[in-house]
């Protein structure tokens, strides 16, 4: 069993690289043997939210792409990020029900090794003003209304409003290795009980690589600058190179 796994590529119709970094990383896993698993965890789409068409058209590489790696019987796992989500009803209308979607996380065994595969904004806890607002925009009520009241040209600017507000570039080195260390102790915290061994997961946009004797934890970073992605195979977790 080897797994794949990638999260925070951010495409956009305008970030012509973003897009490409995953079309190149989509072809390495057509062609990448014994693939098993290809897990997608969250933040693929700089934004994508609700049972548009029109995003079909925008990315119709990627989706052709998508269906020749099911087609070579590879599973794809779609894990919802805080960027991409409502997309269950596109996604199993247009792979015709092929393709694993999750609204919070998906786990597998591996000889007897528990994975966890993760995006990663439920981990911090203590930022309640992000806990109320995301139990406000994942609302049935809220899906109700993009899937049924607004067309896709409002859907778009809301996005793009909310994509900007999460968007701050963060440079300074401190504060990265403070959130690094942060996310770090959290994922330690939520297995207290040792149920996983390893979790991998997204959303910092810090690249992570930590192993003690109780778990590995993961993070490719933010692809278009790390242009890492994660690979598993035989017990082995380990960045690689798009
Ligand atoms: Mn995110």
Known sequence: MKIFSISDIHISPKKENNYNLFLKFLNRCLI??????LILIGDIFEYMVGNYTEYINHYKNIFTLMDQILERKIEIIFIEGNHDFFLSELLEDYFNKRIIYCKNYYSVTVKYKKLLYVHGDNFDYTDWKYTIFKSMIRSNCFKLSVNNFLNFKQVSWLGNKLSKNSRKIITDKEYLLFIKEKYKKL????????????????HTHIVEQYEDDNIKIYNNGYVPDSKNFISYSDNIVQHEKI
């Open 32 to 37: 990448e043997k014994d693939l098993t698993h």
């Open 187 to 202: 994922i330690i915290e939520f297995n207290i009980d040792k149920y996983f061994d390893v979790i991998i997961f997204g």
